[in-house]
């Protein structure tokens, strides 16, 4: 932890340094609870029996946990359905216009995913829901949000379709957010669009030389980023007649077989175009 936090200050400015220290010291207070989880964890006798029982009610049909959903949900969508510019703006300064950029984004995309699941949860919700999704999609859609693209790739993501360059995590999350959309029962305004990003991400993908994208020009392959692009080709292939799902079982087999950590037997983080490897970060 320590090597890492003195790693990133070799990589900030001192101002950003000094704004994000006490958020980095903040770290330890967490530490016991870790521990303890820690210890927990490896304590637990396995439970074949643990899991969500068919037959028994919908824990979110409770009225209590419905309305706590629904509250949040409202509340992220006047936090995220605002001027892109703002939504930048939110984000943790310390990290850079860049990275401000990509949260937003972030931010975007998992609040489309909600709206979503919550359709599908609550089928009530959908109509009001599916009004929301395209709005979040076109503030995802515009120059503001793209940048952060832009700038490492130095060409427009949409405006390039037709070209090489990866472009792997804006037009992965951005087919993942439209089929959703679609899937949840929306209109045929992105389609074409739709079809597009992903041919592109499939032939890049194939021209690739182990099916892996790398997020931007470093050439580094990020799974966290990667596994959008087979997320979004498995809505794909359910609204179109399993198109790509040959993809991705091939992608599928592929990482299976060699990009597993051997000692946790969990995907790995990144991997470099040295061959260096990185083992799990997460859970």
């Known amino acids: 932890?320590?090597?890492?936090?003195f790693g990133l200050s070799r990589r900030l400015s001192p101002g950003s340094v000094r704004k994000?220290?006490?958020m980095m010291l903040n770290f330890g207070s967490y530490l016991p609870m870790v521990m303890?989880?820690?210890?927990a964890l490896k304590n637990m006798e396995r439970v074949p029996e643990l899991g969500w029982n068919p037959n028994a009610p919908h824990p979110f049909y409770e009225k209590e946990e419905k309305q706590d959903i629904l509250e949040r949900l409202e509340w992220l969508c006047k936090e995220v359905m605002v001027?892109?510019?703002?939504?930048i703006n939110k984000m943790p300064e310390a990290i850079g216009r860049q990275y401000q950029g990509q949260w937003a984004y972030y931010a975007i995309s998992m609040t489309v995913a909600s709206l979503s699941n919550i359709a599908f949860i609550y089928p009530e919700m959908r109509e009001e829901?599916?009004?929301?999704?395209?709005?979040l999609i076109d503030i995802a859609l515009t120059p503001t949000i793209k940048l952060y693209d832009t700038m490492k790739w130095r060409e427009d993501a949409i405006e390039s379709l037709d070209g090489r360059k990866s472009h792997m995590t804006y037009l992965s999350i951005l087919a993942w957010m439209i089929g959703h959309y679609k899937l949840t029962g929306g209109d045929g305004r992105y389609d074409a669009l739709?079809?597009?990003?992903?041919?592109?991400l499939c032939r890049r993908m194939m021209a690739s030389r182990d099916m892996n994208l790398p997020?931007?020009?470093?050439?580094i392959v990020f799974f966290p980023d990667m596994m959008f692009t087979p997320l979004a080709f498995t809505i794909y292939s359910r609204l179109y007649d399993g198109k790509y799902s040959d993809v991705v079982e091939r992608w599928s087999e592929l990482t299976r077989t060699k990009w597993l950590d051997p000692r946790t037997g969990l995907l790995?983080?990144?991997?470099?175009?040295?061959?260096?490897?990185?083992p799990p970060c997460g859970s």
Request: charged share 25%.
């Open 1 to 5: 932890m320590k090597n890492n936090l």
């Open 20 to 22: 994000m220290m006490p």
């Open 215 to 219: 997020s931007f020009p470093n050439k």
């Open 268 to 278: 790995i983080s990144r991997y470099y175009a040295s061959g260096k490897r990185q």
């Open 83 to 87: 001027d892109p510019e703002a939504l």
């Open 194 to 200: 739709y079809h597009k990003i992903c041919d592109a």
């Open 129 to 135: 829901n599916l009004k929301k999704m395209p709005v």
């Open 36 to 39: 303890k989880a820690a210890v």
